[in-house]
């Protein structure tokens, strides 16, 4: 008998930001940045948006950084992520791609970043990948694990359940779903992502019961047709603390297939 069971992997990290490995990153941009200045007081990071650049570090031998930070989708972890980045090199090869026609933003095709060397002698090179769609499943763990980039800026996570308001992707708008129909755009998604975050998890747990039945597993494929019962639903259960699922169903034949 094998020691380790077979096909084993040991767990991924469960760290939601990501970090840089020696040799190549693969990733897709998910989102704007939001960008600004960075300190350090007492090991931990205070940041500050673009117009309140602080006059002068807490540290007066380390100067304030200017940093971007956007989600991405992380080939090596396989999970939605949030990439810190300070270093003006791989800023400076972004800038580069937006500009370049043949490239663009960069939310149509995947980036490898390449880290070698150490300590100062750190280097870093961006490479961008042929364009190729969004696969549909990193757009659906993208909704089922919404960020808000501005809790940034107050040291609060953005990935908590309580923000109103997610980052939007910056990608993909309306789609098809499994069945046909036509789905929920991204600002509809955003909207459900916020609302489902302040319920009582029991109640979205039924709520999610309830869609599966009809083959709706994620945000980003509910029909365009089911999002004002949605949201309804959601909002009546925050405002009295029971479930309204009966208001939801049943559907009928033509709310699920594309208008």
């Avoid at 940034?152 to 997610?166: K, R």
């Avoid at 603390?241 to 208001?247: K, Q």
Wanted: hydrophobic share 35%; with cysteine; glycine share 4%.
């Amino acid at each position: 008998m094998s020691f380790l069971p077979e096909n084993y992997e040991s767990p991924k990290s469960s760290n939601f930001y990501m970090k840089i490995q020696e040799g190549e990153n693969r990733i897709r941009i998910l989102t704007q940045p939001v960008m600004g200045w960075e300190d350090w007081i007492e090991k931990k990071p205070i940041r500050f948006t673009m117009e309140n650049k602080p006059l002068k570090s807490y540290d007066p031998k380390k100067s304030v950084r200017h940093f971007w930070a956007f989600v991405v989708y992380n080939y090596i972890d396989l999970r939605i992520q949030i990439l810190h980045i300070t270093q003006a090199t791989i800023r400076k090869s972004l800038e580069a791609l937006c500009k370049d026609q043949d490239w663009g933003d960069p939310y149509a095709y995947d980036l490898k970043i390449i880290r070698s060397g150490e300590g100062v002698d750190t280097e870093y090179t961006v490479n961008p990948v042929p364009h190729k769609p969004l696969d549909q499943a990193i757009i659906d763990m993208f909704y089922d694990q919404p960020c808000n980039l501005e809790a940034l800026f107050t040291n609060e996570d953005p990935f908590g359940p309580h923000w109103e308001v997610y980052t939007k992707l910056a990608v993909h708008d309306k789609v098809k779903s499994k069945n046909g129909a036509q789905t929920i755009t991204q600002d509809q998604q955003g909207q459900l992502a916020g609302l489902l975050g302040n319920c009582d998890a029991d109640y979205v747990k039924t709520l999610w019961d309830t869609l599966k039945k009809q083959k709706i597993v994620s945000i980003s494929q509910i029909p365009i047709q089911l999002f004002d019962r949605i949201k309804i639903a959601v909002i009546n259960n925050q405002k009295k603390g029971d479930n309204h699922i009966d208001i939801l169903f049943p559907l009928k034949s033509d709310e699920l297939v594309s208008a």
